[in-house]
C-alpha cells in the first residue's frame, strides 16, 4: 500500500552487528628480535666471534666452581675489585670464622683473573653474620671497599636464612634459570652479572654475566647496541647465543678482553675478529 504523503516512514530494520572476535595481544621478545635483526644486518656475526675466539682460546667444557654460598660471597667480594683482591679477603674469611665442613676446591677456569682459592672449608656464615661489623670490615679491608662490602655479606646471608632456614642455595638448581636470576636479584646489592655469575658457574644455567672486559669486546665488534644498559645487555645476550654457548662465550669473552682487546691500546694485531670488529671499522659487515 503506498505511504500517503507527509506521513513518517517506517525507520529501516537494523542490520544485526557483527560480533568481532577479540584480537590476541602478541608479546614481543625483544632478546628474540634484536637477534634476528642483528643476524638480518650483520649475519653469521655471532658464529664469527664464537669460532674466533675458540681459534685462539680454545673452547672450554663448564665445570663446576664453588658451591653456590661460596660463589657468591665471593663474587659480592670481586665488586668494583680485582679477583686477586677477592682471593684475598676470601681466604681471610675462611681463617677468622673457620667451619667444620669439607674443603671445597675452586675450579676458576679460565675467566677468572686471580690464582685461585686454595683448597679448603668455606667460612662459617653463621659466624659471618653474626661478627661485630667492625670485626668484619677489619677481616676483608685487604680486598677492597670493605665498609660497602661488610654489611652487604651480612645482609645476603640473613635473608638466605631468613627465607631458607640455613645458608644454602642448593634450592636454586631446580628453579628455571630466570626465575633463579630473579630471586637473587631480590636481595639487595646483587644484580643480575653477580647472580647470572652464580647459577653460570655452580648450575650451569643458560645465563651470561656481562663484566667489564664482555662488555667492552661486545660493544666494539657490534654483538650489544651502543646504548643499550648492561642491564639489557644481559637479556639481549640470552637471544644471541644458545645456552650451550652461554659458558664459553662468557670465558672467551673474558680472556679476549683481557690479553687483546685492552681498554686502551687494543691489540689489533692480534685480534681474530679484527675483520668485523666495528671499533676498528665503523662499517664493517
Not at 673452547?59 to 683482591?85: F, H, K, M, V, Y
Not at 675452586?106 to 662459617?124: K, Q, R, V
Not at 667492625?134 to 645482609?155: F, H, S, Y
Amino acid at each position: 500500500m503506498p505511504i500517503a504523503s507527509g506521513a513518517p516512514r517506517p525507520a529501516p530494520a537494523a542490520r544485526p552487528k557483527k560480533t568481532q572476535k577479540p584480537r590476541k595481544r602478541r608479546f614481543s621478545d625483544p632478546a628474540a628480535s634484536y637477534a634476528k635483526r642483528l643476524e638480518r644486518y650483520r649475519p653469521g656475526l655471532v658464529g664469527f666471534v664464537l669460532d674466533g675466539l675458540a681459534s685462539v682460546y680454545g673452547r672450554e667444557a663448564w665445570q663446576r666452581r664453588l658451591d653456590p654460598t661460596s660463589e657468591l660471597i665471593l663474587t659480592i667480594l670481586t665488586q668494583n675489585s680485582a679477583d686477586i683482591n677477592a682471593e684475598v679477603a676470601f681466604e681471610a674469611l675462611r681463617r677468622a670464622y673457620p667451619s667444620n665442613l669439607p674443603a671445597e676446591v675452586h675450579n676458576p677456569g679460565s675467566g677468572w683473573g686471580g690464582f685461585g682459592l686454595s683448597t679448603a672449608p668455606p667460612p662459617d656464615w653463621a659466624a659471618v653474620e653474626f661478627a661485630p661489623i667492625e670485626e668484619l670490615t677489619n677481616v676483608i679491608r685487604p680486598g677492597g671497599l670493605a665498609n660497602q662490602k661488610a654489611p652487604r655479606l651480612q645482609a645476603t646471608l640473613r635473608r638466605i636464612r631468613e627465607e631458607r632456614g640455613d645458608y644454602s642455595l642448593e634450592f636454586l638448581a631446580a628453579m628455571p634459570a630466570l626465575e633463579a636470576r630473579a630471586w637473587l636479584t631480590s636481595i639487595n646489592g646483587i644484580g643480575k652479572k653477580t647472580a647470572s655469575i652464580v647459577l653460570l658457574f655452580c648450575f650451569g644455567m643458560p645465563l651470561f654475566p656481562i663484566d667489564r672486559h664482555v662488555e667492552r669486546v661486545a660493544r666494539r665488534v657490534g654483538l650489544i647496541p651502543p646504548k643499550a644498559t648492561i642491564d639489557d645487555a644481559h637479556d639481549l645476550f640470552l637471544g644471541l647465543l644458545r645456552p650451550d654457548q652461554m659458558y664459553e662465550a662468557h670465558v672467551n669473552l673474558i680472556q679476549h678482553g683481557r690479553k687483546v682487546c685492552h681498554a686502551q691500546r687494543p691489540e689489533h694485531e692480534r685480534c681474530p675478529l679484527l675483520e668485523r670488529c666495528r671499533y676498528v671499522d665503523p662499517k664493517a659487515p
